[in-house]
């Protein structure tokens, strides 16, 4: 797949220091003006064509925001946010349908040389036509990607759709298939769920619809990769999964973000609907630019996924490796409604330099007999702050519901910290729920036995690191789990010593 | 050849090493005997650059390399492996994957091509039989959950697929049952070369009838009191440390 080893050891030799993917990208790009009003949404549902009904949706979302307030409740401390002084709307110009890699804007091009992209997959994601085919026999991996507030381009769209699934833009999945977006849209995060959700349910822009029919094991990894580039301009992306009866998918994202002074927002929504005996599996590799060492800039990233086993027997599981962000508020989160239904939760954060995580999931167990698992590894260095927290809750119906959670924190030097702060409601008696938590340090013999068999000191670090986040990241896609190690070792590179 | 030369060093504030001299020539095994708390462990521990271990007067080079002045990796990379007297746990971290990240660290260091996964598991098979080992060995996380027979074994496995010019075994045969002791033995004599020395730390006469030294030196707080040839280990095992530590009182 694109972002598999590749990308870093590309992007490790485009730029030897700080954050590999800091670069920008000059693009020809459509921008609105800063700031948010009714306009601005009138503006980004004519642009994207919408139907009415979409138009009326998000001015209800904007009307709901208006009456709600930031919420401060997350361990993260950052100055105000200045909602109008955001763009909302940036698209790179692109007429449509290039002939060949040499009409395509180079800028564009590069951006996906950096990023690890292979060329044949480029030309894809650029749009050249007739590349698709040739190329259907040795890809296993379906590339959306989203560049600022636009997706650039789907790649095996037809080679998906025989097979009956559905993965496109969502910008396009309203055109084409308006009915399935309008009956699922909202119906696990509704537009006023929270401050952050009802802004992203106002302007969101773009982001992937992924619709798996009744009984189809989806014959492909489908990813998306999104990247932040225009100064000043937030991303909004809207990613909408649904897994009808006993289909099964795995979804991967990847983000990252130019090095930036200024700090960008980042509000995404993610919703999940796995049908009876579905599964949905969702793996995200977040990568967006942190800021320096000083605290300054970075990528605040204000996310509300969710997922709803809304059939008996489906299952949801969340895999992610967050390592980037200056601010990190983010609780992927499983409501089990279907009997017998399954909710997973594997995380590994990692917080260097002056990054803030304040992240973990919600298990709502509602349905009989369901089970979540939640697995949270925080990994704390420099003078950062790591914060896991989870509620795991047991309706009155939830019969012989179970959950296991285990919250592990790695500490890196004397000034950093880490969190947890575990919720549980059970309201039925028949509910088994354990929790267990640790806290460690590396500790001084690990990284010298490691320096004795002749590793460098960060090589010893990243080895000791990974193996303490081993549960998780075997829940990766085996791609993805390389470049997870990698990044993992990469994004604490100095932090030791 | 390793040469050490009115070696120094303190821990924590008090004086371990107090003027260590030892010659270890290329393609010789030495024995290095004495008393618990003499310093054994903390030459060790110096030479092979542990942090807290400050050296305060002297010098040590291996084949004319400056150790002291270089990190533990680097004295690694130069042929230097220390069988630990307590081999650590590394939760999550694969005995394979470990010892392939090492290999490639040292062979990348030396300017020599990395092994893939193919070729290093071929080499670390071959290893694991040379000692009598299952594979099942290369598969568990690093010493975790390992017996303590284990864990030494373990050391000797690492050494045999490391094969270091100069290696430094800290008791690895304590707590050995003889078995055990003829496998370690084994990985010590199966290097034995021109090429290759070692210093071996131990208590016991036992494992010298196994890995015959060509010398044999006794610690007493923090100095080299005796040296001898392997007569001195057997003297040692029937009249005890008290006469030398006599001497260097
Ligand atoms: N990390 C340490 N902190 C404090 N004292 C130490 C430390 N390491 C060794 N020592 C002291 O140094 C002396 C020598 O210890 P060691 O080298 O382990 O001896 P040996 O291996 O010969 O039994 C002992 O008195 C021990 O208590
Ligand atoms: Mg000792």
Redesign the interface.
Known sequence: MPAVPQTLDTVQSVTQSGYKWGFSTDIDMEIAPKGLSEDTIRLISARKEEPEWLLEWRLQAFAAWRQMAEPHWGKLHYAPIDYQDIHYYAAPKRSAGPHNLDEVDPALLATYEKLGIPLKERAILAGVQGTEAAEEERQQVAVDAVFDSVSVATTFRESLAKAGVIFCPISAAVREYPELVRSYLGSVVPQGDNFFAALNSAVFTDGSFVFVPKGVRCPMELSTYFRINARNSGQFERTLIIAEDGATVSYLEGCTAPQRDENQLHAAVVELVALEGAFIKYSTVQNWYPGDAEGRGGIYNFVTKRGECRGARSRISWTQVETGSAITWKYPSCILRGDGSVGEFYSVAVTTNRQQADTGTKMIHLGANTSSTIISKGISAGHSNNTYRGLVRVGPRARGARNHTECDSLLIGEHCGAHTVPYIESRNPTARLEHEATTSKIAEDQLFYCRQRGLSEEDAVGLIVNGFCKDVLKELPMEFAVEAQKLLALSLEGSVG | MLVIDDLRARVEGKDILNGVDLVVPTGEVHALMGPNGSGKSTLSYVL?????YEVTGGTATFDGVDLLSI???E???AGL??A?QY???????GNA??LR???N??RR?RGEPELDAVRFLKLARAATKRLSMSDEMLKR?VNVGFSGGEKKRNEVL?MGI?QPKLAILDETDSGLDIDALKIVSEGVNALRGPDFSALVITHYQRLLDYIVPDRVHVLVRGRIVRSGGPELARELETTGYAAAEAEAA
């Open positions: 092979s650059g542990r942090e807290g990190p533990p990796e004295r690694a990379a492996f220390l630990f081999p650590v746990e590394l939760p999550g971290v994957n470990f990240t090492a290999l660290a040292v260091q996380n690492q490391l």
